[in-house]
């Protein structure tokens, strides 16, 4: 399964510093305080930055997107939000690996008969996405998932999966466990949905086909 969202710049980690203070989160690890930024999109199996918490404070680290399949070929890089507290893989997950993933934006491609069109969503007044999300430890390191719902507003044009996106206030209760996962598929966003410039990009799957 191929997806797709954009790396992280310096100024959008130093932001997410920033808001993690404000809202009285307290920095306990940061494996970003000499981060290097480098041009790309993150893509299943890169390593990326996620927001992960336990009693004492809030992990700002490094982890692998998607969860290596039992077969040992591929990787799992979604749970969807109405089906992940019974989901033998997840399930568990939900009381002691809960992350948040933050993105500048994420691409979706759009089914045009035969080829895929390119797309990407962004935060209507630019602001960062913190998308929920699942981590576990595996032999070779962490690694994550992100979480996802009916999509809504724009997104829903071109595809019915979208990641459930947190409100900056949201991120606490998120990683603490008050907030439910059968809240997730009612978190509200306001997504711009924009054709990327390279046009129709064939072969390409749906970050959030599962």
């Known amino acids: 399964m191929c997806g797709r969202y954009t790396v992280l710049t310096e100024r959008e980690i130093l932001e997410i510093r920033e808001i993690l203070q404000e809202i009285s989160l307290r920095i ?3 494996e970003f305080t000499d981060y290097v930024e480098r041009p790309g ?3 299943p199996t ?3 930055p ?3 918490a336990n009693g004492d404070g809030i992990f700002f680290e490094s982890a692998k997107w998607g969860f290596k399949k039992w077969t040992g070929s591929g990787v799992i890089i979604n749970a969807r939000s109405e089906t992940v507290k019974s989901v033998g ?4 997950l939900v009381k002691t690996g809960r992350c948040v993933v933050p ?3 994420f ?3 759009q089914k045009l008969g035969k080829s895929k069109k390119k797309h990407y969503a962004k935060d209507r007044s630019g602001n960062l996405l913190f998308m929920a999300g699942l981590y576990r430890d595996a032999e070779d390191g962490r690694e994550f998932v992100i979480i996802t719902r009916a999509a809504a507003g724009e ?3 071109i595809h019915d999966r979208m990641p459930v996106i947190l409100r900056v206030d949201q991120i606490e209760p998120w990683l603490s466990g008050e907030m439910s996962p059968d809240d997730l598929p009612e978190t509200e966003c306001d997504l711009a949905v924009v054709p990327c410039d390279d046009g129709h990009t064939d072969g390409q799957l749906s970050l959030w086909e599962e």
Request: no cysteine.
């Open 28 to 30: 306990a690890k940061d």
């Open 41 to 43: 999109e993150i893509r």
């Open 46 to 48: 890169n390593s990326a």
């Open 50 to 52: 996620v927001i992960t």
């Open 89 to 92: 893989m997840f399930k568990g």
């Open 103 to 105: 993105a500048a934006d």
């Open 107 to 109: 691409y979706e491609w």
């Open 155 to 157: 997104i829903a044009a």
